[in-house]
């Protein structure tokens, strides 16, 4: 039985996106480390055959997909994260905990001061989420 066609083309034009959206991204990063083009799009199509499917926040990968993505390359992902990334692999949780301590703040007052639900707030004292990059802009424009 054939699959269709449609649907093939769909999720082949999905793939291409995402390696284009990635390849935008994180190239320059990893030329960098002597890493061909032909290398790095053998191991973009290696990872996303493997994990996919996964979301982009913003064109990004997820904090955990990224660090992955640093190990296909044998490249030490705080060597090329940027500040959300090294913000969210810390320690995220007891960050935002001190600064809503600082604040004297509630959940429930950060999470006004921040426009963002008081249930993620919640979830990101308890290491249940990764705050959003849109989020860690409006944390970081506090801290």
Do not use: W
Not at 12 to 22: I, T, V
Not at 63 to 91: R, S
Request: aromatic share 18%.
């Amino acid at each position: 039985m054939q699959q269709p066609v449609i649907g093939n083309i769909e999720f082949n034009l999905y793939q291409e996106r995402l390696k284009q959206s990635m390849k935008e991204k994180y190239y320059k990063l990893v030329t960098d480390y002597n890493i061909s083009e032909e290398e790095y799009m053998e191991n973009i199509d290696i990872f996303i055959y493997v994990h996919y499917p996964f979301t982009l926040d913003e064109g990004y990968l997820s904090p955990k997909h990224f660090k992955t993505f640093c190990g296909l390359f044998m490249i030490p992902y705080t060597l090329i994260a940027d500040e959300y990334y090294l913000f969210v692999l810390g320690d995220y949780a007891n960050d935002i905990l001190n600064i809503r301590k600082a604040f004297k703040y509630t959940q429930k007052d950060l999470s006004k001061e921040l426009n963002i639900s008081p249930v993620d707030i919640y979830k990101f004292e308890s290491y249940l989420k990764y705050p959003t990059r849109l989020q860690y802009r409006k944390i970081s424009e506090i801290m």
